[in-house]
């Protein structure tokens, strides 16, 4: 599939399968990650982390619902696998970082 008809014909998801991706398909994503620009090329200060834990995952579940007040909530619809992008703020006081991690 080309990009074009990828994301002309790309859906939300909220039901997953419960198995687990395999590690190969994992580092095909975090290696399209990884390729995104960030600006100022602060790639050092940009971070991928990837939560497979069951429990872990149940744990941001809980905290998530609660902040959103709806216990039942889950955010990530069950998904065996969660990638969480995220940055340093710049010491100039420059929001990108904000872009970089969108």
């Given at each position: 599939?080309?990009?074009?008809?990828?994301?002309a014909?790309?859906?939300?998801t909220?039901?997953y399968?419960?198995?687990?991706?395999s590690?190969?398909?994992?580092?095909?994503?975090?290696?399209?990650?990884?390729?995104?620009?960030?600006g100022?090329?602060?790639?050092?200060?940009?971070?991928?982390?990837?939560?497979?834990?069951?429990?872990?995952?149940?744990?941001?579940?809980?905290?998530?619902?609660?902040?959103?007040?709806?216990?039942?909530?889950?955010?990530?619809?069950?998904a065996?696998?969660?990638?969480?992008?995220?940055a340093k703020?710049?010491?100039?006081?420059?929001?990108?970082?904000?872009?970089?991690?969108?």
């Amino acid at each position: 599939m080309d990009t074009l008809t990828a994301i002309a014909t790309r859906r939300s998801t909220r039901v997953y399968k419960p198995e687990q991706i395999s590690d190969s398909q994992l580092q095909t994503v975090l290696a399209a990650g990884w390729a995104s620009p960030v600006g100022h090329g602060a790639y050092d200060e940009l971070y991928i982390s990837v939560v497979q834990n069951p429990k872990i995952l149940e744990n941001f579940a809980e905290y998530c619902g609660q902040a959103f007040g709806n216990p039942k909530y889950n955010p990530f619809y069950g998904a065996p696998t969660l990638i969480v992008i995220s940055a340093k703020p710049k010491d100039d006081g420059q929001m990108v970082y904000i872009a970089d991690v969108g």
